[in-house]
Every structure is written in structure tokens, then in C-alpha cells.
């Protein structure tokens, strides 16, 4: 009997030591969020707004620790290298799926990098100038650049970077050489913006939103089909006529190559909850965004839309002959 009580007491140590205790556990300590991009700015908003959610539904603290630098690579980089055990989460943006066109000595593949937990929201981006602009309506600014030229700054988050995206389709298709600044993320710029040394970025509505509400930048259209309901009075790109500046870009949780699969599924099922949790819903429509549906918060449809986004970008970069490098 007592040898058979041993015996018990040995094969549950045995599992609490091994992978597999490991993984029925999950998660034992504070799940921490990477995010590539500056404090304050539209990555962070959405991940210290899901880390609240899922710190409730996990039972420890998710904390988001910004690692910034070349278009959130930096950042990437620092969880394709962390140890696969679902305790680090890169959130990335449409960057991750630009890097590898871009970056041509990108330190990681991130197609083989990574593993997919589930897609977070889609965003809309705001095109927003400094209070002091010479112009109030899209025609106005487009006028105001063909005739100030290269001296106009339009900033972004690094190379790759949704800010970036928006920036370099809306430079093409003005045809007019001005200057891109590059910081290491949105949140800065607004300081800038503010101050009257940054003339235009076109950034995320999560950061743009209370900026514009109460006038401390001005803001000339959304990149959206329709106008939204939280910037009613925003004109969109196509009633400006620029009806070719479409930019919505979406978001998603990545854990290193490797990680358990039963902790990705229970950080994902955590995520789905985040996202419908009624504070999260409130929060994200008020920065004119919607958490994403419980079918697209899954590692599947997260690495179907990875695979896609890469597959179409890789030629548009090539084309146009821009590289980080
Ligand atoms: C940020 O969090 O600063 C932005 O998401 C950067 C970007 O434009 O991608």
C-alpha cells in the first residue's frame, strides 16, 4: 500500500516536472506581450487594452514591454529568439508580413519563425497634419505639397510599418517627391506633430482618434470605402479625391516556432475572450476599430492571411526597389 502511494506521489512529480505538466499548467507566471513599436502609440493601445482582458481570464498578469527599432523588427526578432513556452507574444501589424521583402538580412524568417495564435482587429488609418497647416480639406493639402515640394516631411514608424505603407501609397500617388521621416513608432510623431516639426503622417485610427477630437492635429480623411462612425465628420479619401488611398491594416499574436500546441490554443481561446469582452468592444469602437470575429481569432485563419499577405507583398516591394538595406 504504501510503496503504491509512493509510486502516486512519484508519477505526479514526474508530471509536474515533465513538458506535458508544464503544458497543463499554462500559464504559471506573467505572460509577456512584445511590442515592436513605442509606448503610447496604436500597437500598444491594443495590447495593453487585451492585456487587461486576458490577464483576467489566464489568472496571471500579461504585461506589454515595448522593444522598438527598424519597422518593429527589432522587436520580432527578440520573440522568434525567445523560448517557445507561450510566456512571450509578439503582437505584430501588417509589418511582419512586409519584413521579409523588405529586409533583405532579416535575422528570422518569419514564415518559419513563428507560430500563428489568432488575428486581433482590423484598423483604419486617419491622414493627419500638424495644427498649423496652410490646408483644411485633402484638395487644400494636396494643392499646399505640389506647391512646397520636397521641404514637406511625412513621417512613419520604420520601413515596413503600417504608418509606412500608408505614406509610400500616398506619395505615389501624389507623383511628388517629399521627405520621409522615420521614428520608432506613431506615438512620437504625435509629440512632433504637435510641436509643428512634423508636417503629415497617415497612422492608425486607435492613435489618431482623441488627437483629432479635440483638434491637436488636424485631420484631412480616413482611408476607408465609408466614414466612420466614431469620426463622423472625417471626409473619406474618396470624397477628397484620392479614392486609391485604401489602407486597412490588421493585427495579430505570434509565439516562437515550437511553442506546445495546447499552450497556443489556450492563449487563442484567452484571445477570443479578450475580444469579446465588453470593455474591449466599448474601447475599440470608440478608436474606430472592431475586434475580430471568434472564427479569424485562430491560428489557422491568422496563418492563412500571413502566408497571403507575404505571397502579396514580396512583388510589390521588388517592384518598387525600396529595401531597408
Ligand atoms: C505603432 O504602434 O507605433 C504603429 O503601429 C507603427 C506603425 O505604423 O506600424
Not at 507574444?89 to 509589418?95: K, P, S, T
Not at 518569419?110 to 483604419?124: H, M, Q, S
Request: aromatic letters at 6%; glycine letters at 8%; charged letters at 20%.
Amino acid at each position: 500500500m504504501r510503496s503504491r502511494t509512493i509510486g502516486v506521489a512519484l508519477a505526479g512529480l514526474l508530471l509536474a516536472l515533465s513538458p506535458a505538466g508544464a503544458q497543463e499548467r499554462f500559464p504559471e507566471r506573467t505572460v509577456t506581450v512584445i511590442v515592436p513599436f513605442a509606448a503610447g502609440g496604436p500597437t500598444d493601445v491594443v495590447a495593453r487594452q487585451l492585456g487587461e482582458a486576458m490577464s483576467r481570464d489566464l489568472g496571471v498578469a500579461v504585461v506589454a514591454e515595448n522593444v522598438t527599432g527598424a519597422g518593429g523588427t527589432i522587436g520580432a526578432q527578440r520573440v522568434a529568439q525567445a523560448r517557445p513556452d507561450g510566456y512571450t507574444l509578439l503582437l505584430g501589424n501588417v509589418g511582419v508580413a512586409t519584413a521579409p521583402a523588405l529586409y533583405r538580412r532579416l535575422p528570422y524568417d518569419p514564415l518559419t519563425a513563428f507560430d500563428t495564435v489568432g488575428l486581433i482587429t482590423p484598423v483604419p488609418m486617419t491622414l493627419i497634419g500638424r495644427p498649423d497647416l496652410p490646408a483644411a480639406t485633402l484638395p487644400e493639402l494636396v494643392a499646399w505639397i505640389r506647391r512646397t515640394g520636397a521641404e514637406v516631411n511625412l513621417a512613419h514608424a520604420g520601413l515596413g510599418s503600417a504608418s509606412h505603407l500608408c505614406a509610400t501609397l500616398f506619395r505615389s500617388l501624389l507623383q511628388v517627391p517629399v521627405t520621409a521621416v522615420a521614428f520608432r513608432g506613431t506615438a512620437p510623431i504625435m509629440t512632433e506633430m504637435m510641436g509643428g516639426r512634423v508636417d503629415l503622417a497617415c497612422d492608425q485610427t486607435t492613435n489618431t482618434v482623441p488627437y483629432i477630437r479635440d483638434g491637436r492635429v488636424k485631420v484631412f480623411a480616413v482611408t476607408t470605402p465609408r466614414r466612420l462612425a466614431a469620426l463622423p465628420d472625417v471626409p473619406t479619401t474618396a470624397e477628397g479625391g484620392m479614392p486609391g488611398l485604401l489602407v486597412t491594416i490588421w493585427h495579430g499574436f505570434y509565439v516562437p516556432r515550437g511553442t506546445p500546441r495546447p499552450v497556443v490554443e489556450r492563449l487563442a481561446q484567452s484571445l477570443r475572450a479578450a475580444l469579446a469582452d465588453p470593455a474591449v468592444v466599448a474601447r475599440f469602437a470608440d478608436l474606430a476599430t472592431t475586434p475580430e470575429p471568434p472564427e479569424r481569432a485562430t491560428p489557422e485563419a491568422h496563418r492563412a492571411l500571413l502566408d497571403a499577405e507575404i505571397a502579396r507583398w514580396r512583388p510589390v516591394i521588388a517592384a518598387a526597389g525600396e529595401y531597408a538595406d
